[in-house]
């Protein structure tokens, strides 16, 4: 399911290949893993979807593009930054940010482990703005972390950095606006909350369709595409999609 969207009318569709079988490195010492393991529980319940095959297809998307410079806005487990590091076809930078000190660490070992330091920088960032020059990256993702982050600034802030026909990626659950999604959100909140003790999640912010493209356009972005990765069992069901917005 895609929808794309342009000042000028309707472009042509980004492709968004099938996920590549690579298993991804677990024996790192003292059982530094079990946090990705926890997310990557946490990503399946919440949006029906397997972790590492959603972070691959953003991969696919980003060597598509052929771009160089491509800020991280969240290390979180450092899995895209190192996936996209490790695939022979990028011949680029990464440049990964992160409020937490311990996963930056982490972060930079597993990069040392899989000779990868020379490929991406993990950097600490704690609030807008970010330390990146305007109109320097030529790629921005954002996986997963749209619903923790004021929308307006976040997006103004991901188009200052963006070079002229830079592409701001964002993978996260887009919500319709129906009584029956209403409900069911509201029980998965109390889950978070009292069940799987996550109360930050459970305040996140999720917008439907045409919120995300009226919030994407009203921060000067030129075009919108949105996938989506899985076809809803109804239109009241939420579905994670990749949105690509080019500046």
Known sequence: MKTELSGSGFQKKFEFPPPRPRPFLSD??????????????????????????????????????????????????????????GR????????SFDNNITLLERARQR???MSLEHLVEFKPFDGMPMPVSDTSAEIAVSIFDLHRQPAEPFLTEAFRILSSEGHLIIAEMLEPKSTRNSLTWAIKRIQLRLFQKNPSEAEGVYYDREEIIRLVFAAGFRQIIIQGLRSPSSRHEGVFCLIAATK
Not at 40 to 57: C, E, M, P, V
Not at 88 to 95: E, H, M, P, S, V
């Open 111 to 113: 990069a040392r482990h």
């Open 28 to 85: 790192l010492p003292a059982r530094i893993d079990t946090y990705e393991e926890g997310v990557a529980k946490f990503f399946q319940w919440r949006t029906g979807l397997n972790y590492y095959a959603t972070i691959d297809q953003v991969v696919d998307f980003v060597i598509s593009t052929k771009r160089l410079k491509v800020v991280d806005f969240l290390t979180d487990t450092a899995t895209f930054a190192l996936r996209l590091a």
């Open 88 to 95: 022979k076809a990028f011949l680029g930078r990464i440049y």
